[in-house]
């Protein structure tokens, strides 16, 4: 019988999934009772047992020397007071979530349950988008469009288009799966079963598109391009999904938005200003050329970028330039290893399962964490209490899900 700190920490990952996209009270909160547990579970465990559900040395390095770097940055920071709060507050609370998501994921029933607290949780914000494109305001914070783009429950359709990008993927993996099987055996059953998971990703993609998020729209193509290399059967109907979508959305983002693709100004040339964001992104490359070792201190760039910026005087939009700003090249190159080392690692195990429907999902999940990757370089999405728990909670998952996969590869489940 699985321990009941097991059962606990499971109960507030899926928890926090499914408030995630509505409350940051609800996931600072299911975060708190998960780290609080989390203690509860090593102290009953004993040392042995502890070092043993931990991610493996590959890992679990590079996420330690980047959390001591995080600390460490106190020491020199340009406000010590605001990175001892960066560090207790979103540096330690993201690697007690990724160690949660990792050590939660061992199952394939569990596997199953959290996809479908995530893939439920994505439903009702979808709906939500569209309630709020049509009526005007969403059903839970009553927020209105931004100059008519839908947020639904979120701040801003940046982080909306962000948080789909992560759920359409595994909804259109779910529609092949269900396609494959209505073909085989033709049934009501699996026709209605393709109908409803069908229905599922117009919703996902309508709110997508709704967004009008260049940067997400980019983040899930790149996402797209991830998967065909996992998924080469389904290479052609990924890119008829992508052309569909451009049809109907690219008219829209210049009539609704009133900015082409590539420019601010509809009929411009290819300026590619993205908002500002050259010039946000040279601000923060003016603080690192004069902190570029050490960096300024976590959680400080709002603070620092005051004394070099003229107009915006807020985050650059681009996290790792915000990290290389706050945490120096060292802090950015511990991360940078992670995410080599986690990429390197789920990568392989995907391409060695012989499940070919299991692939699809590990896959599109995968895709999707490099979605989120890319985003992170047009956005603050790492930086988003929201995002950054979806981001670090989906790393672990990952993570563990090819654990579990391992195991049962090599007989041992």
Not at 59 to 80: D, E, H, K
Not at 300 to 327: F, G, R, S
Not at 357 to 375: C, D, E, T, Y
Request: positive net charge.
């Amino acid at each position: 019988m699985t321990p009941l700190p097991d059962r606990i920490l499971f109960f507030l990952l899926c928890s926090l999934v499914f408030v995630l996209p509505v409350t940051n009270a609800g996931v600072e909160i299911a975060s708190a009772l998960g780290i609080i547990v989390l203690f509860w579970k090593w102290r009953a465990s004993g040392l042995l047992r502890w070092c043993e559900g931990l991610p493996s040395r590959r890992v679990f390095l590079p996420l330690m020397l980047l959390l001591a770097w995080s600390l460490l940055s106190v020491l020199w920071s340009q406000n010590q007071l605001s990175s001892l709060k960066g560090f207790v507050g979103k540096s330690l609370q993201s690697v007690f979530l990724f160690l949660i998501a990792y050590g939660s994921v061992t199952s394939l029933k569990r596997i199953r349950i959290l996809i479908t607290v995530l893939l439920v949780s994505a439903g009702i914000i979808g709906l939500d988008s569209l309630g709020q494109y049509f009526w005007g305001n969403d059903f839970f914070v009553q927020a209105s469009m931004s100059l008519g783009r839908v947020t639904a429950s979120f701040k801003h359709p940046n982080d909306l288009g962000t948080y789909l990008l992560v759920m359409i993927l595994p909804t259109l993996a779910l529609v092949f799966i269900e396609g494959e099987k209505f073909f085989k055996v033709r049934s009501f059953r699996r026709g209605f079963h393709l109908l409803g998971w069908s229905i599922f990703l117009g919703v996902l993609a309508a709110a997508m598109g709704l967004t009008y998020s260049r940067g997400a729209w980019i983040a899930t193509l790149a996402a797209f391009l991830v998967f065909m290399y996992f998924a080469c059967r389904l290479r052609l109907i990924l890119l008829a999904c992508g052309i569909v979508f451009g049809i109907i959305f690219l008219p829209l983002l210049a009539q609704d938005r009133q900015v082409s693709f590539f420019s601010d100004v509809i009929g411009a040339p290819y300026t590619l200003g993205g908002s500002g964001r050259l010039v946000f992104w040279n601000d923060a490359l003016r603080i690192i050329r004069d902190y570029p070792i050490l960096g300024t201190g976590l959680n400080t760039y709002t603070l620092v970028i005051k004394d070099y910026a003229d107009t915006w005087k807020a985050y650059p939009h681009n996290c790792y330039l915000q990290m290389a700003a706050e945490l120096g090249f060292v802090g950015l190159a511990f991360f940078l290893w992670l995410l080599g080392v986690v990429a390197l690692q789920v990568s392989r195990q995907i391409l060695s399962m012989p499940q070919q429907p299991l692939r699809w999902i590990g896959a599109a999940f995968f895709a999707s964490w490099w979605g989120v990757l890319v985003h992170s370089g047009l956005d603050t999405t790492l930086y988003s209490s929201k995002l950054a728990a979806l981001f670090w909670v989906l790393t672990g998952s990952l993570l563990g899900f090819c654990k579990l996969q391992e195991g049962c590869i090599d007989g041992k489940k």
